[in-house]
T-cell receptor, first 121, second 111 residues
């Protein structure tokens, strides 16, 4: 089945530094990828939609200059948390729909990576 | 905002069926019902989805009412490893449409 891989699985960084998280579709191409954030004991919140070859679409309240998204190829999207602060500590998760927008994949379920635990000290 | 409501939590005995309810009274004709679950500190895992017919796979069964305003996820023989948060989500038709998560229901399977 479709596999989405995230790297790293966890990272600790100092306040003020930047952190890059990678999301790869291992056995399919993804023109779209979704980035979520999850704080402790809360649900997943969609941050942005990453589009291959074009700008990402950010949800209301998410700072696009702080959370830089690059979707340079059909198998890789990256999220960079710039000038990280302790309040950015969270669980970041990406997901992608398998295949292209063909009829057979029209309602294929999104597949999720295993997440990246970011801790900013 | 999530378009589904679920109880906050429930538990069941190991080996018994777990029936997880979900209300989606405002569901549109072009929206599917999806179920995912999340085990602590992992990414969500897809379980099953359906439009209006009941669905079954190796993990679970999905029963959707005729008016589509509610559904039930059935885990036929719950195990301790099924302890997780289960999310019922309605999703618009389309390969690249997003998933909007609600609070989910915490299922605890007891020995």
């Amino acid at each position: 089945g479709a596999v989405v891989s995230q790297h790293p699985s966890w990272v600790i960084c100092k306040s003020g530094t930047s952190v890059k998280i990678e999301c790869r579709s291992l056995d399919f191409q993804a023109t779209t990828m979704f980035w979520y954030r999850q704080f402790p004991k809360q649900s997943l919140m969609l941050m942005a939609t990453s589009n291959e070859g074009s700008k990402a679409t950010y949800e209301q309240g998410v700072e696009k200059d702080k959370f830089l998204i690059n979707h340079a190829s059909l198998t890789l999207s990256t999220l960079t948390v710039t000038s990280a602060h302790p309040e950015d500590s969270s669980f970041y998760i990406c997901s992608a729909p398998p295949g292209t927008a063909s009829f057979s994949s029209y309602n294929s379920p999104l597949h999720f990576g295993n997440g990246t635990r970011l801790t900013v000290t | 905002d999530a378009k589904t409501t679920q109880p906050t939590s429930m538990d069941c005995a190991e080996g018994r069926a777990a029936n997880l309810p979900c209300n989606h009274s405002t569901i549109s004709g072009n929206e599917y019902v999806y179920w995912y679950r999340q085990i602590h500190s992992q990414g969500p895992q897809y379980i099953i989805h359906g439009l209006k017919n009941n669905e079954t796979n190796e993990m679970a069964s999905l029963i959707i009412t005729e008016d589509r305003k509610s559904s039930t996820l059935i885990l036929p023989h719950a195990t301790l490893r099924d302890t997780a948060v289960y999310y019922c989500i309605v999703r618009v038709t389309g390969a690249n449409s997003k998933l909007t998560f609600g609070k989910g229901i915490t299922l605890s399977v007891r020995p």
